[in-house]
């Protein structure tokens, strides 16, 4: 047996065909879900990207107890768990987040990883001939422009831009061909999971000029250049550069589209539909423009952030081609899906269930699911409707318990480890104690904006907030029997009231 995921980040499910888009470009996807089984109820769980990805490792939410951060030494993950039973993992990805402090444990779980330089700002090419141009477009930019470590970030990008100007060298497609290299030479043999994994469609969404011919329009504003990497804050911007940034966006989602046909074009030259698994998936969506905000982590998690796109075909389940299934699923079920497809135990300690009732005939999994930031808002959808339940006592403070003490883009610094302390196991840390540490300055803390319910049967976009006393009480129940389940800390229950 053999298994293909292709990732995405900031894939928007709204802005596919499959899934209702009546205006992007995206043939290779009808064309996957053709294949496939859709699933129309995927949400994400832990955010932003490293929290996501520590799910897709670990099938377990972690945002209770860690905000961004590295694979702990008491997590399980499923490429590991793989190799060890003797699966050949293998991952490719231009996602640069990997090679920081703060996501420097998740590629060596794997039998082998190749990466593709040059996203977001990587800290790839030097020029120290190039001076920055702080012109944007975007109003609210200029607060990131006077943080210094966001100005040298965008400063890179530009000088990677100038390393990628043909298609070939772009990053998504050095990492696609990395990925058909593969299975090119390994197509004939067994026993294998591929994992292609691009930062596309995450801005800044940079394209080359035949994907942006795709969407003709006109743009009167003065920096097109500086157009494709919006902020995390407000819309200030008129709607002739909404516009243009949602194009901008869709010629990259375009991009992301061919590629994904070339990956189909294999599975169809090699018949390896007999006998391999394909996942295509993404960690979250993004806005571009709705509800008045640009971006992710600074807003609540609106449907166009947290209801993502989920497709899967099984080589055991051909007759599932095409189908489409309404079960509430998150990304901590892909690690139980592909160790129960490989025949290997799943550990205990995974909170997700393998997706194969649900692609057989939609049988539930989950009554509900629960999503959120560390810190912040902790929301709950059953499928009907969605809270977003905010902290009663937003004063408490908030805790970080992790063996790896890093952030982003940096470890801790010694100011933050002056007063930790070493705290019993919990469930899940195998007997380990960990170290507790004070989160200061967390990213995507939504507490403000308040609690809200949303019912999705009538108001899909989440634009009318409703009062609903017995569903509140009944998803603040969901909450507390999650994070009874995932032994959040005591402190959290204070925090949130439940």
């Keep these: 047996m053999k298994a293909i995921m292709v990732m995405y980040d900031s894939l928007n499910r709204h802005m596919l065909e499959t899934y209702g888009c009546d205006w992007t470009i995206t043939p290779n996807f009808k064309r996957l879900a053709q294949r496939s089984v859709q699933f129309e109820n995927c949400y994400v769980g832990s955010m932003p990207c490293m929290p996501a990805r520590r799910e897709l490792q670990t099938g377990r939410l972690n945002f209770y107890h860690r905000s961004w951060g590295p694979m702990e030494p008491f997590d399980d993950s499923m490429p590991e768990l793989l190799k060890n039973a003797g699966i050949y993992t293998h991952l490719i990805s231009d996602h640069q987040h990997y090679w920081e402090d703060g996501g420097c444990t998740y590629h060596n779980r794997y039998s082998s990883w190749e990466i593709s330089r040059g996203q977001e700002g990587d800290l790839w090419k030097a020029d120290l001939t ?7 477009v975007f109003k609210n930019k200029e607060v990131m422009l006077s943080y210094p470590p966001y100005t040298k970030m965008l400063a890179h990008d530009e000088v990677n831009r100038r390393a990628m100007d043909t298609e070939e060298k772009t990053s998504q497609a050095v990492t696609f061909q990395y ?5 090119e030479k390994n197509h004939g043999e067994d026993n294998w999971f591929l994992q292609i994994e691009t930062f596309d469609p995450h801005e800044p969404f940079y394209s080359l000029k035949e994907d942006k011919a795709l969407y003709p329009h006109t743009f009167v504003g003065d920096s097109e250049a500086e157009s494709d990497w919006p902020p995390y804050a407000p819309v200030e911007e008129d709607g002739n550069t909404v516009e243009h940034v949602r194009y901008e966006y869709a010629a990259l989602l375009s991009k992301c589209d061919r590629y994904l046909g070339k990956v189909l074009d294999l599975m169809d030259k090699y018949n390896l539909w007999e006998d391999t698994m394909l996942i295509v998936n993404t960690d979250h969506g993004f806005l571009l ?36 299934r309404n079960a509430l699923v ?6 139980p899906t592909l160790l129960e497809y490989f025949g290997v135990d ?5 909170e997700g269930k393998p997706l194969g ?21 902790v ?120």
């Design 130 to 136: 190039y001076q920055y141009n702080k012109k944007t």
């Design 357 to 377: 009732g649900v692609m057989d005939d939609d049988t539930p999994i989950r009554e509900y699911a629960v999503f959120g930031y560390h810190g912040s808002q």
């Design 179 to 183: 990925g058909m290299e593969f299975i």
């Design 379 to 498: 929301d709950v959808t059953d499928g009907r409707y969605l809270y977003m339940h905010s902290a009663v006592n937003p004063d408490a403070p908030v805790y970080e318990y992790t063996l790896m003490p890093t952030h982003m883009r940096a470890m801790f610094g010694p100011e933050e480890l002056q007063n930790i302390e070493m705290v019993e196991p919990f469930s899940f840390t195998k007997g380990c104690r960990v170290i507790k540490i004070e989160s200061k300055n967390r990213m995507g803390d939504t507490t403000a904006f308040g609690s809200m319910l949303f019912d999705l049967e009538k108001d899909p976009g989440q634009e009318h907030p409703i009062e609903d006393e017995a569903v509140r009480q009944r998803m603040c129940g969901y909450i507390r029997e999650s994070m009874e389940k995932n032994d959040a800390p005591e402190e959290l229950f204070s925090r949130l009231g439940v």
């Design 289 to 324: 423009g709705e509800h008045g905000w640009w971006g992710k982590t600074s807003m609540p998690i609106y449907t166009e952030i947290g209801h993502t796109p989920l497709y899967i075909y099984d080589p055991r389940r051909k007759e599932c081609a095409g189908v489409k």
């Design 330 to 335: 998150q990304m901590i079920d892909i690690a």
């Design 346 to 350: 799943i550990p205990g300690d995974m």
